[in-house]
């Protein structure tokens, strides 16, 4: 582990704490913790980094590294809220509309719903749009809801279309099931290339026809059928594949299935053919090759190569020094969910969170 890092946590740096937590949470080079993650993180908050109060909310809401508590994760929620996570605010908005875990309070969701908005959070952009757009909550808005919905697409790829368009079709209160509300949105993502949406389109004629509307659950079975969704499993299972025989000792049939899988999309083999290629032990070393891996599988949201990448920037290994293509991917990482990045970026300012949120998309 970097002693660098283990020093500043020791010495007070909140962004060092964070990462080091970090990486005992997730056992990165061989340090899985539980123990220390949790201290680590608590630190952290206790010297006021938002994220890591983030990151105890969402643990003890969904237990791992701890036991699920609704009075620990209201807490870290809530401070995590009143610390600009917008994702935070967005949880705390929703519990505030059903009453879950909190008293309802509408005026506690529209407030927390239109500050995410203004950090630009995909969600809050869509829940804005839809309650201006159709009167709910808000009194109806045109002008409002078409800003929301500009600054929803702007964002937007063909999944996350595809996805508003089923949360329009299927309902998820406050949001009324309508197929109608759901077809522009599939017609869009349609246009982009997902398979997914113009399925859904057929599907939706066909309940205009025929009276029969698919439950959400049909659906989902029905669509992960599809070339796409087949695909992103037979990833995975090459991937498997590929691991288990390295494991095995059986290296010329592991690199030609993370070559398949490579091929196929799969990010992670990518990430580990960049390793192959740059090491030269299993098959000859070809350092252009390795890093064209590195550099594919970073911008298929790898947060483990987008962090080596930015190293290679940072120090100019490989290829031409460059700080700010270093803390381009750097922030790719933090936004992804690898937190050693605010780490790295707090090196180059004062304020990474705040960077992050203002340059990437955080669509989780």
Same mark, same amino acid.
């Given at each position: 582990m970097d002693k660098q890092m283990q020093k500043a946590a020791q010495n007070g740096d909140v962004y060092a704490m964070l990462a080091l937590a970090y990486i005992y949470h997730h056992g990165l080079e061989g340090e899985y913790q539980p123990e220390q993650a949790i201290e680590w993180y608590k630190k952290s908050a206790a010297k006021g980094c938002a994220r890591a109060k983030w990151e105890l909310a969402k643990m003890y809401r969904d237990g791992g590294l701890v036991q699920p508590n609704s009075y620990e994760f209201i807490h870290w929620l809530t401070a995590a809220a009143d610390d600009g996570i917008p994702e935070a605010m967005m949880d705390l908005a929703l519990r505030y509309y059903h009453g879950l875990l909190v008293p309802k309070d509408i005026y506690m969701f529209t407030e927390l719903l239109i500050k995410a908005g203004e950090q630009n959070y995909v969600r809050a952009n869509f829940y804005l749009w839809y309650l201006y757009s159709h009167g709910i909550v808000f009194e109806k808005n045109e002008e409002l809801a078409a800003k929301y919905k500009e600054n929803l697409m702007a964002q937007c790829d063909a999944d996350y279309i595809f996805r508003v368009g089923r949360t329009l079709e299927f309902g998820k209160n406050p949001i009324v099931a309508n197929p109608d509300d759901a077809v522009p949105w599939y017609t869009k993502a349609s246009e982009m290339g997902s398979d997914k949406a113009i399925y859904s389109l057929g599907r939706i004629d066909a309940m205009r026809r025929t009276g029969k509307q698919d439950t959400f659950e049909q659906r989902d079975a029905r669509i992960n059928r599809l070339s796409t969704s087949a695909e992103a499993i037979q990833r995975e299972k090459i991937l498997d594949e590929a691991d288990m025989k390295l494991e095995e000792g059986d290296s010329e049939t592991a690199v030609r299935l993370y070559t398949e899988a490579a091929e196929l999309g799969n990010a992670e %083999? +990518? #990430? +580990?053919? %960049?390793? @192959? #290629?740059? $090491?030269?032990? @299993?098959?000859?070393?070809? $350092?252009?090759l390795a890093f064209d891996y590195l550099t594919r599988s970073a911008m298929n949201g790898n947060t483990g190569a987008q962090m080596m990448l930015a190293d290679n920037y940072e120090r100019g290994r490989g290829v031409s020094k460059d700080i700010n293509e270093a803390i381009k991917y750097y922030a790719m990482a933090a936004a992804g969910g690898n937190l050693v990045g605010y780490y790295e970026l707090n090196r180059f300012m004062e304020h990474p969170e705040l960077y992050v949120r203002r340059t990437q998309r955080i669509v989780r």
């Open positions: %083999a +990518m #990430y +580990m053919l %960049a390793f @192959i #290629y740059h $090491d030269g032990e @299993i098959v000859k070393r070809n $350092d252009n």
